[in-house]
């Protein structure tokens, strides 16, 4: 038995924000907009410079799978969180606003993933006081899936 590993990456560049605070129990959003208020307990990155529809096709593909992982690697000034989720056939990933991480399987038209295994209350508390101080974020966005294939 061998298989076939699909990858695609997509990089996003945003911001903190004084009005980060990370609380929220089930998502994680990014957004293009460049202000938060203190009711966005789940944005912990403005002024991003994507959104879902800008993402490739490829990413988008693998992400369509019900059998794909998705990783978000959460890199501030000082801080690393990584949260882990699974891909779906139903994702649209065409909203030009948002990115949204869910540990539910909820999903509309910003949901990146569904099923992760943290929220934004669960991030590091370390990597949120950077994004409070106005620190950037960049995310790395990993879609994954591996295809068996018996030989």
Known sequence: MSGQ?????????????????????????????DYLTPLGDCIVGVKADKALI??????????RADDSV????????????????????DLVLNDDRRIIIRKSSYIDDATIMINANKAAID????????????????VVFIALRITKSIR
């Open 5 to 33: 590993v699909n990858i695609a990456v997509e990089l996003v560049k945003s911001r903190g924000h004084v009005n980060v605070s990370a609380t929220h129990r089930s998502t994680i959003e990014i957004t293009r907009d």
């Open 54 to 63: 800008d993402f490739s096709e490829e990413f988008k593909r693998i992400a």
């Open 70 to 89: 998705i990783i978000a690697v959460l890199i501030t000034r000082n801080n690393v969180d990584v949260v882990i989720g699974r891909g779906s056939k």
């Open 123 to 138: 991030l590091s508390r370390s990597l949120i006081d950077d994004l409070v101080k106005g620190s950037f974020l960049y």
